[in-house]
Structures are given as C-alpha cells and as structure tokens.
C-alpha cells in the first residue's frame, strides 16, 4: 500500500501570508494527487485534482506542484475563509489514501 | 445542481448492521463511479469502497472487506453500503462522493472525488 504523509501536520499563518503544504508519498505516483480542504463540519471540497490542476471555481491563490513522491499546496495570500484542514489523496493505485492532514488556522 | 445526499446513518450495537443509501441528482448517475469515505471523530478521511458504474469493478479497504458491501441502482440513482459485523471503530461520518475522471494527452487517466455529500453518522456502541 501507498502511504501518505504530510507536513506540517499544523500551522498558524495570519491573513496575506503565503502558506505552503508538503505531501509525500511512499512510492511514485507519478502526477496522480489531488488535495481537498475541508472546514469543521463540512464535507471536503477538492481544490486541485492531477498535482497541478484547478479546480473550476476555486481561487487562484490555490495552486499545487509536484510529481513522483513530493508534492506541494501553496496559498499565495491567505484569507479568512482558508483557515481549514487540507488534504492530499493518491489515485494512483487502491487502496486510495489519504494524507493525515494538515489544520491551518489563525495566527 | 450536483447533489448527493446520504441517509440511513444511526446508533447500532457491536455485531449490528446497517444499510446507507446515498441519493444523486443533477447528473447522469449511470455514467459515473461512486466511493464511501469515512471520517472517525476528531480524525482523518479514510477510503471506504469504490464502485465502476456498471457496478463491473468493486473495490474495498482491508479494514472493512468481507463485512461491507458496496452497490448501486443507476434506476434510483442511488448508491449503498451495507455495513455488517459493526465494530466501535467503525463510529464515523461515512462520506459519499462521486468519482470524477479526465484522460490526458498520453491516455493517463486521472480520478478524484468530487463532490461530496454532507455526510450520515453511524455510531457503534453498546
């Protein structure tokens, strides 16, 4: 099985700040990586799908890197409707794996 | 509008079971594989089950194979997971969401899940 780790597993950021997520995987998984955010509550809502695609109607400060093992979610200026957990998942082999997460809250 | 909507979520003993049933509108239901992700409290998501939507590939996590089973009837547009043999670690949100796919310029197929539902608890416990 794949497993997925993140880092941080938390972070405090203050409103403008450029906020970076690193995911990894445990074997390549070549550009097969999609991140999710979700606030408390909520279902998850898919931010990037593919490493590097936006999802339709998400905001452009969101965007995601990365292929092989090492991936990458970067907030360019974060806002207050951001403060949430976020999550990488492989789809590249079943079982489908989540990362542990990663809880951005307020400064 | 896109919508998926689960029930029949609830308090069953250790040993129990229970059916939940996820209702899709707003989209061609037949056309499109399905999932269950869970969430225990306080914790992160786990892959469940996934579901072909010709029901032709099924695929389950280890830590419920043989005692759940996942199905759908793309007449009710409507998705399942039949829970037996229920364990206190089975407590969770059980999450359904549809699978979503493209091909990209080499034929690479790419899937994420997208969107979900609200949720339907299911808590195990005498």
């Known amino acids: 099985d794949i497993q997925m780790t993140q880092s941080p597993s938390s972070l405090s950021a203050s409103v403008g700040d450029r906020v970076t997520i690193t995911c990894r995987a445990s074997?390549?998984?070549?550009?097969?990586l999609n991140w999710y955010q979700q606030k408390p509550g909520k279902a998850p809502k898919l931010l990037i799908y593919a490493a590097s695609s936006l999802q339709s109607g998400v905001p452009s400060r969101f965007s995601g890197s990365g292929s092989g093992t090492d991936f990458t979610l970067t907030i360019s200026s974060l806002q207050p409707e951001d403060f949430a957990t976020y999550y990488c998942?492989?789809?590249?082999?079943?079982?489908?794996?989540f990362g542990p997460g990663t809880k951005v809250d307020i400064k | 509008e896109v919508q998926l909507v689960e029930s029949g979520g609830g308090l069953v003993k250790p040993g129990g079971s229970l059916r939940l049933s996820c209702a899709a509108s707003g989209f061609t239901f037949s056309s499109y594989s399905m999932n269950w992700v869970r969430q225990a409290p306080g914790k992160g998501l786990e892959w469940v089950s996934s579901i072909s939507s010709s029901s032709s590939y099924i695929y389950y996590a280890d830590s419920v194979k043989g005692r759940f089973t996942i199905s759908r009837d793309n007449a009710k547009n409507s998705l399942y997971l039949q829970m037996n043999s229920l364990r206190a670690e089975d407590t969770a949100v059980y999450y359904c969401?549809?699978?979503?796919?493209?091909?990209?310029?080499?034929?690479?197929?790419?899937?994420?899940?997208?969107?979900w539902g609200q949720g339907t608890l299911v808590t195990v416990s005498s």
């Open positions: 969401a549809r699978g979503e796919y493209y091909y990209d310029s080499s034929g690479s197929e790419y899937n994420w899940f997208d969107p």
């Open positions: 074997q390549s998984i070549s550009s097969y």
């Open positions: 998942q492989q789809s590249y082999s079943t079982p489908i794996g």
